[in-house]
């Protein structure tokens, strides 16, 4: 989008949060992270620059929010419960600017082909899906079995650029 940046490692621990609704939980990330992130600069030289921060999730099909898989068989597990159904994918982004904050959350319906085992086999141990919320990236090889989406494909790449950018709009920082 043609924003400077840095990018700062917070230590905000996104377990600590246990709400089960996806956009209840999402923004609370979002804003720990934010906090965190926050809370790091602040007396630095960066501390008035503008922190924006964000985070992926997936809804399954079961209603069950997920982030990255822990092993091989998560990845077999989500695969399987996403192939022939629909879920959804839910991004928050928030960007702080001096006593301004604006929070955004994105919702995208993606839709799985129904996947054969060897499918599922094949791609699990490309490793593509390894660290991506959900055990896959659709803008890689998995975008071969998304049938169907509905909403922002930028936000289940990871980060909705739209949203991203009208908060940026908005605070007037683009």
């Given at each position: 989008?043609?924003?400077?940046?840095?990018?700062?490692?917070?230590?905000?621990?996104?377990?600590?949060?246990?709400?089960?609704?996806?956009?209840?939980?999402?923004?609370?990330?979002?804003?720990?992270?934010?906090?965190?992130?926050?809370?790091?600069?602040e007396?630095?030289?960066d501390?008035?620059l503008?922190v924006?921060?964000?985070?992926?999730?997936?809804?399954?099909p079961?209603?069950?929010?997920?982030g990255?898989?822990?092993?091989y068989?998560?990845?077999?597990?989500?695969?399987?419960?996403?192939?022939?159904?629909?879920?959804?994918?839910?991004?928050?982004?928030?960007?702080?600017?001096?006593?301004?904050?604006?929070?955004?959350?994105?919702?995208?319906?993606?839709?799985?082909?129904?996947?054969?085992?060897?499918?599922?086999?094949?791609?699990?141990?490309?490793?593509?899906g390894?660290?991506?919320?959900?055990?896959?990236?659709?803008?890689?090889?998995?975008?071969?079995?998304v049938?169907?989406?509905?909403?922002?494909?930028?936000?289940?790449?990871?980060l909705?650029?739209?949203?991203?950018?009208?908060?940026?709009?908005?605070?007037?920082?683009?």
């Amino acid at each position: 989008m043609g924003v400077n940046h840095k990018v700062i490692e917070q230590n905000f621990d996104e377990d600590s949060i246990i709400d089960k609704d996806p956009i209840n939980c999402s923004q609370a990330i979002v804003i720990g992270k934010n906090k965190s992130a926050r809370s790091l600069l602040e007396s630095s030289e960066d501390c008035k620059l503008p922190v924006l921060t964000a985070d992926t999730l997936v809804f399954t099909p079961d209603q069950e929010i997920v982030g990255k898989p822990n092993d091989y068989e998560h990845s077999r597990k989500l695969l399987r419960e996403f192939s022939g159904k629909t879920h959804s994918v839910f991004s928050t982004v928030m960007v702080t600017y001096g006593d301004n904050s604006l929070i955004e959350t994105c919702e995208t319906k993606v839709s799985f082909k129904l996947m054969t085992e060897d499918e599922i086999e094949e791609y699990v141990l490309s490793e593509e899906g390894v660290g991506k919320a959900g055990a896959y990236g659709i803008h890689g090889p998995a975008g071969k079995y998304v049938s169907n989406i509905i909403g922002s494909y930028t936000n289940v790449v990871g980060l909705p650029v739209h949203e991203t950018y009208e908060i940026l709009r908005k605070l007037k920082i683009s």
